[in-house]
């Protein structure tokens, strides 16, 4: 982590830069890195609380009691870090390129991912793997881009207190994601955007500068309850509300233990 410090220095060099041009750099240094999109959130989190103290009401959390034990601080970035003013928001895309590594993973450039991804659940010999976790872990990927990112900021401004995150700590990506556009919720509660659907990474720079907002985008969901519907395990219980305890993703990773009977066969 790094400490928030020399802050009357940084203001002083912050005066005579510009802060649109700032984020604009930003953005293309995200651009160089890797990253699909670069955005900045607001700290003010507050309208975000209710629905989160709702669902840890529900018992919707199920045995991740560290979602609990953190409580409000996911949403009150400024008492995660002290300091902080804005956060900039990252976005990187993972599906399937014809030019990938394994060939074994990635799609024939003629060929439909997707219909490849069907094929794969009607081979009962093949266990299938998520499409985000056949690459390398995106936690070190993303974290090492981040700091890259605030180290190419702080060599261009100066030092300033700053902090990366990726799943890996107590915030509320979706929420700080949606609010800088990278995308707009889904119903299924996921981020969802317009050219890469819901397929990508999420990332956080806490910093202790103002940047100008990016706004959020429109939904574009409608009436859709395609999400709904094709859920095998039916943990969307309804519109933008997700019951983990239902959920494949927390059964295979966060459950400790076998996956209860009743479960199974979904």
Known sequence: MQGFYNRHFVQKVFVSINPSALLAQLQEWGSQLGFSQIGVAPVDLRDAEPGLLAWLALGHHGDMAYMARHGLTRARPAELVPGTLSVITARMDYLPSPTGVDDRMAPKPDADWQTLEWQRLSEPRQGVVSLYARGRD?????????????????????PTGHRVFTDSAPVLEVELAQRSGLGWRGKHTLVLNRSSGSFFFLGEIYVDMALPLTPPVTSHCGECTACLDVCPTQAIVAPYRLDARRCISYLTIEHDGVIPEPMRHA
């Open 138 to 158: 995106y936690h070190k990927v993303m974290r090492q881009r981040l700091q890259q990112l605030a180290n190419r900021l702080q060599d261009h401004i100066g």
